[in-house]
């Protein structure tokens, strides 16, 4: 483990369901990213969040929705998903001036049928 | 806006071989570049991390260097190893905080 969990690793869907990714740092780090991994594709930035405050909406379509309750915990609310939408989804989490990098979790796999 | 390339796509080398990796970035005002490796299917793991300010990066077989006037980093593996195979990631984080990763370079490393 790296100190970003994700929960849950694997989720299959239907495309009428409701349902959340969690991530959860232990780091101490005040800054959470999400972000999609499709196949053959660069990662892409979706949400940033510093201090529970987001400060980034990189164009993502209002069915992922997410919340930061704390510093220390990102979700990702899921609904009416497309089958386009399956994904590896990556959190991450940093220092707010990002000096000493990034720390990803091991991603949750989503697969919308 | 800045561009991340990493190349080759793929790569295969027989074990032992030493190898380089190679990361090229298209505006050399960076905060930070950070080296991350990716096994099939899960998160990413970070390598190394290298300041603006810093020229190269060392941990055990792996060096990383950085030259920003001409947007290039690379990735030096040595005495390659079976268990080196995975996808390795460039990142490149500016004076923004904006942070863009290249596609990968895809690593087999064969007995």
């Known amino acids: 483990e790296t100190g970003v969990t994700q929960t849950p690793r694997h989720l299959v869907m239907g495309m009428t369901n409701k349902k959340s990714l969690k991530c959860e740092q232990h780091?101490?780090?005040?800054?959470m990213y999400w972000y999609k991994q499709s196949a053959k594709k660069p990662l892409e930035l979706m949400f940033v969040?510093?201090?529970?405050?987001?400060?980034e909406n990189n164009s993502v379509p209002s069915r992922f929705s997410p919340e930061c309750p704390n510093s220390s915990h990102l979700f990702l609310h899921l609904h009416t998903l497309q089958p386009e939408d399956s994904a590896l989804y990556l959190c991450?989490?940093?220092?707010?001036?990002?000096?000493?990098?990034?720390?990803f979790g091991s991603g949750t796999r989503l697969t919308v049928v | 806006k800045q561009e991340v390339t990493q190349i080759p796509a793929a790569l295969s080398v027989p074990e032992g071989e030493n190898l380089v990796l190679n990361c090229s970035f298209t505006d050399s005002a960076i905060y930070n570049l950070q080296w991350f490796r990716q096994d099939p299917g899960k998160g990413l793991t970070s390598l190394l991390l290298i300041q603006s300010s810093q020229r190269e990066q060392t941990s055990g077989r792996l060096n990383a260097s950085l030259d920003k006037s001409s947007g290039r980093s690379t990735l030096y593996i040595a005495a390659s190893q079976p268990g080196d195979s995975a996808t390795y990631l460039c990142a490149v984080c500016d004076n923004n905080n904006d942070m863009r990763f290249g596609a990968g370079t895809r690593l087999t490393v064969k007995p």
């Open positions: 991450a989490s940093s220092q707010g001036d990002r000096v000493y990098g990034y720390t």
């Open positions: 780091l101490g780090h005040n800054a």
């Open positions: 969040y510093n201090f529970k405050e987001q400060t």
